[in-house]
């Protein structure tokens, strides 16, 4: 079974800052997807970011960008110029290549502050 | 638009009265998932489905039943609720991923179950 671990559970950061929440995961395959997911208080989850397993090239859209460490098992993501719409819980989640299931961590709660 | 659509939204029932929380996807999405998410502990797969009358368990099953009588529907089914099973429910769907550039699962706008 994949397992994933977010090792914050609570961040904050000002406004206009840079920020870097962490995910490690644990899996046997060779092949398969990460996201990162944002929800915020209205519960919605939308998808911030997405990285394929076999492109060592990292993520990019807009402000956020992820550093994929396929050896390590890392999948980081960092969100530049925060925004007080940034404010959410993060989650980091893994997905073999049958796409049958997202595993999830527990998330991470991010605060942006004026 | 492409959505995912889930009723009721909010639901307050009382342990043992059977209850049904639908779903519907318009995107011709072979797959569909249900995931409860509870504080501390992210989302958990329920139940999940490949296609029409192929659905499967998921992390924690218990409790629950589905149904995948049509493409666009998948209704997840608690028919004895109990106080441990108040949450918050997600429907999600999604093509098969391989072939997909821009694979992603689409969540819909998440069912808050309490039950007394």
């Known amino acids: 079974a994949q397992t994933v671990t977010q090792s914050q559970p609570e961040m904050s950061v000002q406004e206009a800052e840079t920020v870097t929440l962490s995910c490690t995961y644990d899996?046997?395959?060779?092949?398969?997807?990460l996201f990162w997911y944002k929800q915020p208080p209205s519960r919605q989850m939308i998808l911030v970011i997405r990285q394929e397993a076999y492109k060592q090239q990292n993520a990019t859209e807009n402000r956020f960008s992820v550093n994929f460490q396929k050896a390590a098992k890392s999948f980081s993501l960092k969100i530049s110029d925060s925004q007080l719409g940034d404010t959410a819980m993060y989650f980091c989640a893994f997905m073999t290549n049958s796409g049958y299931a997202l595993n999830f961590g527990k998330g991470t709660s991010l605060l942006v502050t004026p | 638009e492409a959505q995912v659509t889930q009723n009721p939204r909010y639901l307050i029932t009382v342990t043992g009265k059977k209850l049904t929380v639908t779903c519907s996807q318009n995107?011709?999405?072979?797959?569909m998932s249900w995931y409860r998410q509870d504080p501390g502990l992210g989302l958990r797969q329920i139940y999940y489905?490949?296609?029409?009358?192929?659905?499967d368990k998921g992390d924690v099953p218990e409790g629950y039943k589905v149904s995948r009588k049509e493409k666009r529907n998948f209704p997840l089914i608690l028919e004895s609720p109990s106080p441990n099973q108040t949450s918050l429910y997600f429907c999600?769907?999604?093509?098969?991923?391989?072939?997909?550039?821009?694979?992603?699962?689409?969540f819909g706008p998440g069912t808050r179950l309490t039950v007394t």
């Open positions: 995107m011709n999405h072979e797959y």
């Open positions: 899996t046997s395959e060779n092949n398969y997807y």
């Open positions: 999600a769907s999604s093509p098969p991923p391989s072939g997909s550039p821009s694979y992603e699962q689409y």
């Open positions: 489905s490949m296609n029409v009358e192929v659905t």
